[in-house]
């Protein structure tokens, strides 16, 4: 079947099989990597994208379902070569180890932000639950989200503790 969809900006058009999932068209149709499959159940949260302004597992949703949708990508996230506040947040605070869930987690992050600019620990914690990091314990990716929302000071970097 031939789909059209808008990712990060850019029009593609491919033939595909009907069964295909939105995250296999992604890395295998348009050359996206930075959307993982870590689970294929949407237990994870590695491959979070945008589809139509909402963030979705792309593991979970038939890439037939974007036709003529768009999508937003890890990928798309900076901007002319410069990180985005999420991104430069999550590289200051060394919320990234090994980067597997990283795309998936800064995605969850930006719809957090885009609905609660200030959001609370509890939040922080609500919006990325979905997203399971094994490297960084998530101390990290919660005082990046802080920092990225401008909570997070040189006072309070290191002292909170969140269990």
């Known amino acids: 079947m031939k789909i059209e969809v808008t990712v990060n900006g850019h029009v593609y058009e491919r033939d595909i099989a009907e069964h295909w999932t939105l995250l296999r068209f992604l890395r295998e ?31 979970l949703v038939l890439a037939a379902e974007a036709e003529l949708g768009s999508v937003d990508t890890i990928e798309g996230e900076a ?7 999420i991104q430069a947040a999550f590289s200051r605070n060394h919320a990234v ?18 609905r609660a600019p200030k959001p609370s620990v509890a939040e922080i914690k609500a919006a990325i639950e979905g997203n399971f990091c094994r490297c960084t314990g998530y101390q990290q990716i919660i005082e990046a989200v802080l920092d990225a929302s401008g909570q997070l000071t040189t006072a309070n970097k290191g002292e909170l503790k969140y269990v």
């Open 29 to 59: 149709s348009v050359g996206l990597t930075g959307t993982k499959e870590g689970c294929a159940a949407g237990e994870c949260g590695a491959c979070t994208v945008f589809l139509n302004g909402k963030t979705v597992n792309s593991c």
């Open 79 to 85: 901007k002319g070569g410069e990180l985005s506040t």
């Open 97 to 114: 180890q090994c980067g597997f869930c990283t795309g998936g987690m800064i995605l969850s992050v930006r719809d957090l932000l885009s």
